[in-house]
């Protein structure tokens, strides 16, 4: 007598199957909607981190109230990968800003701050940090002194990223005494209060002369984040001529982010750099020269 031959089900593949499809595919991806979205969700688990990676954006942008707490469990039930765990962070807080009702899981991830390890307090944190999410900002402000580092820099984006008034305030008085590192947290975040553009590039420009020579690097990288002016332009001249080759790499990477027309200004001081005695900066100069600016060859 013949034995039927059971064949298992391999659910996970495909899922994963599924999954690979949709992301080739946008838009047979929205078609499918709300399908495909909860495909993406049921490949989650299964999914390797490079492939985790990539649905994690369509669920941030169209997972919507879906995609809510699939993302949270991915912060809390940490699998130790901090790559996916903060991508996952990212796209919570932008599933949840699309939200009707994103209470309950604002709840869930300030209770989650006080969490024993340190990636998950850090990533419920950074996810707090939507627009106008003001029902976490005191938690989050209890919790700017967390003994970690990183939980403290996703403490003080995610107020950033707020938008309080109040919290600008603070943070601008925080940069007269905080510690080294609250301060360094606090310029690379102060871009985020974007309605504040002609303040903030202010404060950038008064700290360059006020605080210590170890932030500057962190003030110029931070200044690519609001729109270049003349008076960046003329900050940037003047940190050419500084003595550390690292300020003078800086602000050469700052420029390859700008139209050539808008460093115009500059081209005596490129030239110049041309025999600089750091091979860095020498290539740096090099590539603005020939890619960015033709007439300059």
């Known amino acids: 007598m013949k034995k039927n031959t059971l064949v298992p089900l391999d659910r996970s593949g ?17 078609d499918d ?33 879906q995609a809510l707490w699939p993302l949270f469990r991915l912060l809390t039930e940490s699998t130790g990968n901090e790559v996916v765990c903060r991508s996952a962070a990212v796209q919570l807080g932008l599933a949840a800003s699309l939200s009707e009702d994103p ?19 850090s990533a419920c944190a950074l996810a707090l940090g939507w627009e106008g999410n003001h029902q ?13 580092r990183d939980v403290q820099a996703a403490v003080i984006a995610a107020l950033s990223s707020v938008g309080d008034p109040h919290v600008f305030d603070f943070f601008t008085e925080r940069l007269k005494n905080g510690s080294m590192e609250e301060r360094r947290s606090i310029l690379l975040n102060l871009w985020r209060f974007g309605e504040r553009n002609s303040r903030i590039e202010q404060i950038y420009l008064n700290s360059l002369d006020h605080l210590s020579p170890e932030l500057h690097p962190d003030i110029l990288s931070a200044l690519t984040m609001i729109p270049n002016t003349p008076k960046v332009i003329s900050i940037y ?10 300020i003078r790499r800086q602000v050469l990477e700052n420029l390859e982010g700008l139209d050539p027309q808008e460093y115009e200004p500059l081209q005596e001081i490129l030239h110049e750099l041309l025999d600089d005695a750091d091979p860095r900066v020498r290539q740096l100069v090099i590539r603005l020269l020939r890619e960015k600016h033709p007439t300059l060859r």
């Open 237 to 246: 001249r003047r940190m050419l001529s500084e003595k550390a080759p690292a």
């Open 136 to 148: 976490a900002i005191p938690a989050l402000m209890d919790h700017l002194q967390d003994p970690d």
């Open 33 to 65: 909607a709300p399908g495909s979205v909860t495909i993406l969700i049921d490949a989650l688990p299964h999914a390797e981190a490079s492939l985790k990676l990539k649905i994690l954006p369509l669920l941030g942008t169209a997972g919507k109230d």
């Open 103 to 121: 209470g309950p899981l604002s709840a869930a991830l300030i209770e989650n701050l006080d969490h024993p390890e340190v990636l998950v307090r």
């Open 14 to 30: 495909r899922l994963i199957r599924k999954a690979m499809s949709y992301l080739s595919d946008m838009e047979a991806f929205l």
